[in-house]
């Protein structure tokens, strides 16, 4: 992968990752010699890492700290675990305190060859006009329920997705674009969203790899698994882990 940052058991590179998260809003890790890894070893290492800049947290109230995402063969295409694309969003856009940083660690890759991870700068939130930033800022969108989640607040259920006076001044997920029924804010949501898929970049995560978002400079999605998906013994599709992380960075301010 391009600017791979090696991960081993002497040296977590915490510095580098923390360069890449500051500057290009995620950072591409490579755990060396993870072969020779349990999944365990693997997940103790990566925690180590994540420790070194923020407190990883738990959110799920129901699952362990690390939480399986695999594949559903009667999931929604479009959701997490479906085979379709899921689309750019931040996690929990509808909580209060969304985590800091989103880890996703590649245990199993797609064997279609398909799930390729999507990454878009928040910062091209810049290249908006005026009066689309205004509809932006109406607190008129809503996506989800906050239920029996941990560590992130309250459902704050609508939200605005420009927001001087939020600690999270950008709140997105792609899916606004299906519930949006008023024309004019559609159409601000498809401005917003033109400007993401220009801007799109693609990685393909190795197993042992894994990529760490910094959710207040980039969000991210997934290409659609390969087909065949129903031939693939289900303990052979893919499979990512997620981890959780709040820290104290320096949020990115979209308003310059």
Same mark, same amino acid.
């Given at each position: =992968? ?12 915490s ?7 500051s500057? $290009?809003?995620?950072?591409l890790i490579s755990?060396e010699?993870?072969?020779? =890894?349990?999944l365990e ?8 890492c994540l420790?070194?800049l923020a407190?990883p947290?738990r959110i799920f109230?129901?699952?362990?700290e ?6 559903k063969?009667? +999931?929604?295409p $479009? +959701?997490?675990?479906g085979v379709?694309? &899921?689309?750019?969003h931040? !996690?929990?856009?509808n909580?209060? @305190?969304p985590?800091?940083?989103?880890m996703?660690y590649c245990?199993?890759p797609?064997?279609a060859g ?10 091209a ?5 005026? $009066?689309?930033?205004?509809?932006l ?7 989800g329920?906050v239920v029996?989640?941990l560590?992130?607040?309250i !459902?704050? @259920? ?6 001087r006076?939020d ?12 519930s ?6 559609l ?7 033109k ?8 990685? &393909? ?9 910094n959710q207040? =400079? ?5 290409l ?8 693939i013994?289900? $303990? ?6 997620q981890?959780f992380? +709040?820290?104290?960075i320096?949020?990115?301010n979209i308003f310059?």
């Amino acid at each position: =992968m391009p600017n791979e940052i090696l991960v081993t058991k002497s040296d977590s590179n915490s510095e580098r990752i923390a360069s890449a998260l500051s500057v $290009d809003g995620y950072a591409l890790i490579s755990l060396e010699d993870h072969a020779h =890894m349990s999944l365990e070893s693997a997940m103790n290492l990566l925690d180590d890492c994540l420790s070194d800049l923020a407190e990883p947290i738990r959110i799920f109230a129901n699952q362990s700290e690390w939480r399986p995402i695999g594949v559903k063969l009667d +999931r929604a295409p $479009d +959701r997490s675990e479906g085979v379709g694309q &899921s689309p750019l969003h931040m !996690d929990f856009v509808n909580a209060q @305190n969304p985590p800091d940083l989103v880890m996703l660690y590649c245990q199993r890759p797609d064997p279609a060859g398909g799930g390729q991870t999507t990454l878009a700068p928040i910062s091209a939130v810049a290249q908006l006009d005026d $009066d689309v930033r205004e509809i932006l800022r109406d607190r008129r969108y809503s996506d989800g329920q906050v239920v029996n989640l941990l560590n992130v607040g309250i !459902d704050i @259920n609508p939200f605005a997705v420009l927001n001087r006076d939020d600690s999270w001044s950008f709140r997105y997920t792609e899916r606004l674009l299906k519930s949006e029924t008023n024309d004019e804010t559609l159409q601000a949501l498809q401005e917003l969203d033109k400007i993401f898929r220009s801007s799109v970049q693609v990685v &393909s995560l190795r197993d042992g790899d894994a990529v760490l978002i910094n959710q207040h =400079m980039a969000v991210h999605g997934r290409l659609p698994l390969g087909n065949g998906q129903y031939s693939i013994p289900s $303990d052979s599709r893919r499979l990512i882990w997620q981890r959780f992380g +709040r820290t104290q960075i320096d949020h990115f301010n979209i308003f310059g």
